[in-house]
């Protein structure tokens, strides 16, 4: 059962204005947030995370929401640039097992158009 | 640059053949993980390392198992690999078990023929 969950698999935006990219989840003892990049043949990278105690996290051009009551974050890029365009993992830590491991979604496609 | 590399990017192998997958990295972290992608799915998080203890997680199958020789290697082994285990495998590693950011390698992708 997908603890992580990203319902868009893509989304297509205009370069210059906002990308959404969402994310839910069903645990609530998740208290750490992360999400990852992807270009294709490479390894994701880290982009930007938030912990339970925020509902927000800005680092320039990209912000992470968390709304801990929905079960659900989202990260918005403003502007969108072409080089943006790369599949998006929402990931969240999961302490339960007594070890921490981060539970992946299955990611979203984001394409920018010129 | 640091960085963590896997060998080799691609591998095919047949169906029962014994084969094994590397990861190195330079950045001196102490955990290593390894995690499966199969197509249109999450990475699915096989075990990790921390130093030399060996952390399996609960669903990974017998088929697979991990050796790390030294904090820079880790490598992968599928003894007897099945159709179901073609996928992207993905090695990562971070400097604590704690909630810290992973370094992933490009991965490998496995074929099973």
């Known amino acids: 059962d997908q603890q992580v969950k990203q319902n868009s698999p893509s989304l297509s935006v205009q370069e210059g204005r906002i990308s959404i990219l969402n994310c839910d989840y069903t645990?609530?003892?998740?208290?750490?947030f992360l999400w990852y990049k992807k270009y294709p043949a490479e390894g994701p990278t880290f982009l930007i995370s938030i912990s339970s105690i925020k509902d927000k996290n800005e680092d320039g051009r990209f912000t992470v929401f968390l709304n801990k009551s929905a079960k659900h974050l989202s990260l918005h890029i403003v502007p969108s640039q072409p080089g943006d365009s790369a599949v998006y993992f929402c990931?969240?830590?999961?302490?339960?097992?007594?070890?921490?491991?981060?539970?992946f979604g299955t990611g979203t496609r984001l394409k920018v158009l010129a | 640059d640091a960085m963590v590399i896997q060998n080799p990017r691609y591998q095919v192998t047949q169906f029962g053949k014994p084969v094994t997958l590397s990861c190195s990295q330079t950045l001196n972290h102490n955990v290593m993980y390894w995690y499966q992608q199969k197509s249109s799915q999450a990475p699915k998080l096989l075990f990790h390392y921390y130093d030399k203890d060996f952390n399996n997680e609960a669903d990974t199958p017998d088929n697979f198992q991990s050796r790390r020789p030294n904090t820079s290697f880790c490598f992968l082994d599928i003894r007897s690999p099945g159709l179901g285990d073609a996928a992207m495998y993905l090695c990562?590693?971070?400097?604590?078990?704690?909630?810290?950011?992973?370094?992933f390698g490009p991965g490998t992708r496995l074929l099973v023929l």
């Open positions: 990562a590693t971070s400097r604590g078990r704690e909630q810290e950011t992973q370094y």
């Open positions: 645990n609530s003892m998740f208290d750490y």
């Open positions: 990931a969240a830590s999961d302490y339960t097992s007594g070890t921490y491991k981060y539970i």
